[in-house]
């Protein structure tokens, strides 16, 4: 390369570079301009009367915009987000502030959403996780008449039934999960309704552990509020995201593999920490999940979906809007800057 070629080059190198960092913090300045200041960051917060005094020369803690689901409503437009879900819910993981609801009161069929609180029943019980448990043919789906990748004498452990019931969302793990129960289904079915009225869940209603039953009903408020629970629950996290995975029959050492019936969580621009899928023709399609979305951890709920993609169509309509909500909000790209800094 010629000497003149070569500086062209170098120039055009730093020109592009010096772009890169000075652009993004004009740009944040002038979209900052543009917007008032929302109260919450001017009215200094009052200290409780008994809080000792904080010395002159500490610094101030930075005000993290994004963080505060107030300032989000703020500048949040629940019309600009069109849904196919008959119901939703979208809640700030944190502390419950309610972002964004449609229809989030009406009791609807839940379908296989319902295994979620199975599985917080079954945890709750503290009943050993290494007991062997048979498919029997009670466990079978006479109702709908669903498959399952489970044959009848497959035997797992109670450890690999969950995750089974959990990720796969299979039915017959899901019914030998209760029937093997202290007290059997009938005990089990208990447990799941004082459980949901424990958590406020008052719309809540179960018949069954498996949600095959449309007498299982319940709403997206009170859904958000059982995966809010579940989420302090680490093998329901581990389970719920586990995006392939395979157990052992112990009677015949044959492995079954499993996928999870949720497709986001193998997709590496999401970052789910607890889901769960559900679908039968009563309920629609059905999710929720427990997601971090540009740094904000946000629950959504979604039920009564139809079309195939419906619940991971609307799914991603959530994940637009919330991304595009925050990058109305004065500061958005400074403190973007400043994290990617530090």
């Known amino acids: 390369m010629k ?25 944040a300045v002038e979209h900052q301009s543009a917007f008032a200041r929302p109260a919450t960051l001017v009215t200094a917060t009052p200290q409780p009367a008994a809080a000792p ?15 505060r689901a107030a300032v989000f409503l703020q500048y949040a437009d629940p019309y600009q987000l069109y849904l196919r879900s008959g119901s939703a819910e979208v809640v700030d993981a944190r502390d419950g ?13 839940i379908a296989s959403l319902t295994k979620l609180m199975t599985a917080v029943v079954l945890l709750d019980a503290n009943l050993p996780m290494d007991r062997l448990i048979t498919i029997r043919r009670a466990d079978r789906d006479t109702f709908r008449g669903s498959s399952s990748r489970l044959p009848f004498g497959t035997v ?26 202290p007290g059997g289904k009938a005990a089990f079915v208990r447990a799941m309704n ?33 995966v809010r629970a579940a989420a302090h629950y680490p093998l329901l996290r581990k389970f719920t995201t586990t995006g392939l995975f395979s157990v052992a029959d112990r009677r015949t050492g044959r492995v079954i593999r499993f996928l999870n019936t949720d497709l986001l969580v193998r997709n590496r621009t999401w970052r789910i920490r607890l889901s769960k899928t559900g679908y039968t023709s009563n309920a629609g399609q059905c999710l ?32 637009h809007w919330i991304l595009l909500t925050d990058r109305r909000i004065p500061d958005y790209f400074s403190e973007r800057l400043a994290s990617a800094r530090n």
């Open 194 to 226: 004082a459980k949901a009225q424990s958590l406020g869940m008052t719309n809540t209603r179960y018949v069954d552990s498996t949600g095959l039953y449309n007498g299982d009903e319940s709403t997206a408020a009170d859904l958000a509020k059982l």
């Open 97 to 109: 502030t309610v972002i964004y609801s449609k229809d989030a009161d009406v009791q609807r069929p």
């Open 288 to 319: 929720t999940m427990d997601t971090v979305i540009a740094g904000r951890p946000v629950i959504i709920v979604l039920m009564d979906g139809w079309g195939w993609d419906a619940r991971f169509a609307d799914a991603r309509r959530v994940r």
């Open 3 to 27: 000497p003149h070629q070569q500086t062209i080059a170098l120039a055009t190198t730093v020109i592009i570079v010096i772009t890169a960092i000075v652009l993004p913090r004009i740009w």
């Open 53 to 67: 005094a904080v010395p002159a020369d500490t610094p101030a803690p930075v005000a993290r915009v994004l963080d």
């Open 156 to 181: 797992l452990t109670r450890y690999d039934m969950l995750h089974v019931a959990l990720a796969a969302s299979d039915n017959r793990a899901a019914a030998a999960l209760a029937r093997t129960y």
